[in-house]
């Protein structure tokens, strides 16, 4: 098992390579992690699960399959983000985006105090991070992130037009510096892995990120945003999310599935 740290922090780098070298338990986490009762979505929306992953690691594939499992909950948001510098170690991430790679750097400097990036990191609602493939872990996370959320004031609203496209009404005192941004997603993605630790394998990825732009910035009070049908029409794409974020690599206080 190889490691690519891009940034230093001597506390996390124990705690991940611990993390790293024993996918096997990992695993066996998701395995038996039981199953839960489901969480209340608040009106903010869905918290938001964000798995930094690639084809290139062997420690990935048990947080993949976390993933999945998570996605079945409607109130949470699961968006997995391929990244890229795993890429010169014999396989390119077929899904792979510089864009992921470079959220996940603004995380680790921004929100994990300079700490170094790894994978598979789970970033819940950009404020809180564990290893992918510990579910029982992610879960209580992410009930925290939902108590925060139930709290946070913020309100989104979505309907569909009728011409296909998407009314958009959020409501509350997001701060300065909050960004909306649309997110076009495939619900699942199987690929062959030919080459690299993962070689050989056939690993499923759930709610990769195809593209994502931004709707503009949210100050405060309440805001309308109309989606065209064309702007839900992304190549590849068979659904959209909605993340309401804290400028880049802040902590994330909105969001839907569109």
């Not at 959220?103 to 598979?120: K, S």
Request: glycine share 12%; aromatic share 4%.
């Amino acid at each position: 098992m190889k490691l690519l740290w891009i940034t230093a922090a001597a506390v996390l780098t124990t705690l991940a390579i611990s993390a790293l070298h024993a996918p096997s338990q990992g695993s066996a986490l998701g395995n038996s992690a039981p199953s839960p009762a489901r969480l209340a979505i608040s009106q903010s929306g869905p918290v938001v699960a964000e798995l930094f992953t690639s084809q290139g690691c062997s420690s990935c594939p048990p947080a993949d399959a976390v993933a999945a499992r998570l996605a079945r909950d409607p109130a949470i948001l699961v968006i997995s983000r391929p990244v890229t510098y795993w890429d010169r170690l014999g396989w390119k991430d077929s899904l792979g985006r510089e864009e992921n790679t470079r959220l996940q750097r603004q995380y680790g400097d921004r929100v994990f105090a300079g700490a170094n990036i790894y994978t598979p990191q789970l970033v819940i609602d950009g404020s809180a991070q564990g290893v992918g493939s510990q579910e029982a872990n992610a879960r209580k996370q992410i009930a925290g992130a939902g108590a925060i959320r139930r709290r946070s004031g913020v309100t989104v609203r979505v309907a569909r037009t009728a011409d296909g496209g998407r009314s958009i009404v959020l409501q509350g005192r997001p701060g300065t510096g909050t960004e909306v941004m649309l997110i076009a997603l495939s619900s699942r993605e199987t690929v062959n892995i030919g080459r690299g630790e993962n070689g050989g394998r056939s690993v499923s990825y759930t709610n990769v990120v195809l593209d994502e732009i931004s709707l503009g910035s949210w100050n405060d009070g309440g805001r309308a945003i109309v989606l065209r049908p064309d702007q839900l029409d992304t190549r590849g794409a068979d659904r959209h999310a909605l993340v309401i974020r804290r400028g880049a690599g802040g902590a994330i206080i909105g969001s839907a599935l569109i």
